[in-house]
């Protein structure tokens, strides 16, 4: 309804578990004899950004990763660059419903090696985007309450910052989740900011919503029934468009009511703003002519906001709609689009 969060799940995630994730997706030693191979293969390499602003893991194989390979292999070498432009920023890791301890124990430990904190997004609410394009969550609540837990055991000491069920809260006031499940989803979340949250080098912010949604009085009482208070904060414009200014305004008045709480922006495709051209209903899936924004980093432009970061992984689908492959699935197109509208 609002935005669907295209969680990433597949090869990608099942990628980081092997020590290869420390070095990039370049082509395949069987295929040597091109006497250009090894300079490709450096052509192609990502490297993780400066920790001084920017402590968050680089996936040196993810699906933008691969894509600069590929264009590299092919001699597009305009196209690599753009695409580069996605591929060495730090985005969300979304942990997937089969495999949680090993995905976050995975992605932790690579972070661990490069001297970095893993950006993790937990979507797995039962119940969850309201049968729409990310419909699906755990079973029930005792089987979130199992994969929380091995999410946390995955994670154990190492460094990261977690993101908490986007949209989540905000599905429980605009009436898109059955009212028979509310007390059970409060419950669930709380659960989950003690479970994470007990952890000696995790932050955990819960998602709540984005500027173009609604007013902050009608989700600050929500969040508080969730537990914020024993979180790091919250998370807003997850896998959305709307400018930092904008999210700024909204976080800080949000954070007015909720006790002082800092927050996080996703900024990942919000550098040309929200898409006006279509139906308003369907403006957040896959819009044209969007733009990659700031740059994750914690050197913000308010000491409310925590960091700018890419929640949403750039040029991965929000779902079927105006061409696009299913949820979470590459789109080198789009991706290609969102690179080349930036500044």
């Not at 969300?92 to 301890?101: L, Y």
């Not at 957040?284 to 002519?289: F, I, L």
Request: charged share 25%.
């Amino acid at each position: 309804m609002f935005g669907s969060k295209g969680a990433p799940w597949g090869r990608a995630s099942v990628a980081v578990l092997g020590a290869a994730l420390l070095f990039t997706g370049c082509s395949s030693s069987a295929d040597k004899g091109d006497g250009d191979e090894p300079a490709k293969e450096a052509a192609a390499r990502i490297t993780q950004q400066p920790k001084g602003t920017n402590p968050f893991w680089v996936n040196p194989d993810g699906n933008a990763a691969e894509q600069v390979a590929a264009y590299v292999k092919n001699d597009k070498t305009t196209d690599a660059e753009q695409i580069r432009k996605i591929a060495e920023q730090p985005t969300g890791e979304w942990i997937s419903p089969e495999s949680p301890e090993a995905e976050a124990r995975g992605f932790t430990e690579a972070a661990q090696k490069a001297d970095r904190s893993a950006l993790l997004v937990l979507y797995n609410i039962p119940h969850r985007d309201c049968g729409q394009y990310s419909s699906g969550g755990a079973a029930d609540g005792d089987s979130y309450r199992a994969w929380i837990d091995g999410v946390a055991k995955g994670i154990g000491d190492r460094a990261a910052t977690v993101i908490l069920e986007p949209d989540a809260i905000l599905h429980l006031v605009d009436g898109c989740t059955q009212d028979e499940f509310h007390e059970e989803r409060y419950d669930l979340l709380s659960g989950a900011i003690d479970t994470l949250s007990a952890l000696p080098n995790t932050k955990v912010y819960l998602d709540a919503g984005n500027a173009g949604w609604t007013h902050p009085d009608q989700i600050f009482e929500p969040l508080k029934w969730a537990g914020i208070e024993k979180a790091d904060g919250f998370s807003v414009n997850v896998s959305n468009f709307y400018s930092t200014a904008d999210s700024i305004a909204y976080g800080k008045e949000l954070s007015a009511k909720v006790g002082g709480k800092h927050f996080v922006v996703d900024t990942s495709r919000n550098g040309n703003g929200p898409y006006t051209g279509g139906k308003a209903e369907e403006n957040w899936c896959n819009p044209p002519g969007r733009a990659l924004g700031e740059s994750p980093t914690v050197k913000t432009a308010d000491p409310l906001v925590d960091a700018y970061l890419w929640v949403k992984r750039p040029g991965e689908s929000d779902g079927e709609c105006k061409g696009g492959p299913k949820a979470g699935q590459w789109w080198a197109s789009y991706a290609l689009g969102l690179a080349k509208a930036s500044k």
